[in-house]
């Protein structure tokens, strides 16, 4: 039996939406099988390091069981030896594995509160330096990024989401200045991201999932040599919001 034109929208939207929560699930599954054992034999020999490895493992399997795939660019022009603020956009749940996993840098990230609840998630959270930020408590916000901070000045990279939140397909929503923060008194340049396509894959809002190539794309790195002030901050936030905004073609 032949469908009609009509019909041929709405089937596949089922079949967006059955993707979706397959992605969801995979993410799930990944998620029972293998963390329990390892934060376990993590917290009994006490060595944090076992968990990293498999929470790479993790985000890169997860990305390709939902049929994503990851083309990185950019990372030609970093210094191997230097620490970086990756200072990025954010439109989907793909982001979060996306940057993990495709920096080529063993990253730690900034991280809303909420994946705190999270079962089994929020617990290893901390085994791979993901901090969680409550920014609706100003005073916490600020000891989250302190305590950042000084895993930067140790030589841990770190990954921000700088818009607080997922934006909605084709959005671009203003930045935060908390990672600037950081940078500038870590005194490590930042490496602006632009992100592209997660929001076509798997957006904000949409509940509907497809298979398709993400764009890593990692800009020049900013100095943030000599911010010292809030008015050089806010120079540095609009500078690396502008060149990602360029690269999304914003």
Same mark, same amino acid.
């Given at each position: 039996?032949?469908?009609?034109?009509?019909?041929?929208?709405?089937?596949?939207?089922?079949?967006? %939406?059955?993707?979706?929560?397959?992605?969801?699930?995979? /993410?799930?599954?990944?998620?029972?099988?293998?963390?329990?054992?390892?934060? *376990?034999?993590?917290?009994?020999?006490?060595?944090?390091?076992?968990? +990293?490895?498999?929470?790479?493992?993790?985000?890169?399997?997860?990305?390709? *069981?939902?049929?994503?795939?990851?083309?990185? $660019?950019? !990372?030609?022009?970093?210094?191997?030896?230097?620490?970086?603020?990756?200072?990025?956009?954010?439109?989907?749940?793909?982001?979060? /594995?996306?940057?993990?996993?495709?920096?080529?840098? #063993?990253?730690? *990230?900034?991280?809303? @509160?909420?994946?705190?609840?999270?079962?089994?998630?929020? +617990?290893?959270?901390?085994?791979?330096?993901?901090?969680?930020?409550?920014?609706?408590?100003?005073?916490?916000? #600020?000891?989250?990024?302190?305590?950042?901070?000084?895993?930067? %000045?140790?030589? %841990? $990279?770190?990954?921000?989401?700088?818009?607080?939140? %997922?934006?909605?397909?084709?959005?671009?929503?203003?930045?935060?200045?908390?990672?600037?923060?950081?940078?500038?008194?870590?005194?490590?340049?930042?490496?602006?991201?632009?992100?592209? !396509?997660?929001?076509?894959?798997?957006?904000?809002?949409?509940?509907?999932? @497809? $298979?398709?190539?993400?764009?890593?794309?990692?800009?020049?790195?900013?100095?943030?040599?000599?911010? $010292?002030?809030?008015?050089?901050? #806010?120079?540095?936030?609009? #500078?690396?919001?502008?060149?990602?905004?360029?690269?999304?073609?914003?």
């Amino acid at each position: 039996m032949r469908l009609s034109v009509a019909a041929i929208p709405t089937l596949m939207r089922i079949f967006r %939406r059955l993707h979706y929560w397959w992605s969801l699930f995979v /993410a799930g599954a990944l998620l029972l099988i293998f963390a329990p054992p390892v934060l *376990l034999v993590a917290w009994l020999t006490g060595n944090h390091e076992l968990v +990293y490895p498999w929470a790479l493992f993790g985000a890169r399997n997860w990305l390709k *069981l939902s049929g994503v795939t990851v083309r990185v $660019s950019g !990372n030609e022009g970093l210094d191997p030896a230097q620490t970086y603020v990756f200072i990025s956009n954010h439109r989907s749940y793909l982001d979060t /594995a996306t940057i993990f996993a495709y920096t080529g840098r #063993r990253l730690g *990230l900034l991280a809303k @509160k909420e994946l705190l609840n999270v079962p089994i998630l929020g +617990y290893g959270m901390g085994f791979v330096n993901v901090m969680a930020i409550d920014r609706s408590n100003s005073e916490r916000a #600020r000891a989250t990024v302190e305590a950042a901070t000084a895993r930067i %000045r140790s030589g %841990r $990279s770190f990954g921000v989401f700088a818009e607080g939140t %997922r934006a909605r397909p084709g959005e671009f929503l203003a930045f935060k200045k908390g990672a600037f923060y950081m940078a500038a008194q870590a005194q490590v340049p930042i490496v602006p991201v632009a992100i592209k !396509n997660t929001d076509f894959l798997m957006g904000k809002g949409t509940g509907e999932a @497809k $298979s398709g190539l993400i764009d890593l794309v990692m800009l020049a790195p900013v100095p943030t040599a000599g911010c $010292s002030t809030d008015e050089d901050i #806010r120079r540095l936030v609009n #500078r690396v919001h502008d060149m990602i905004g360029h690269e999304l073609d914003l």
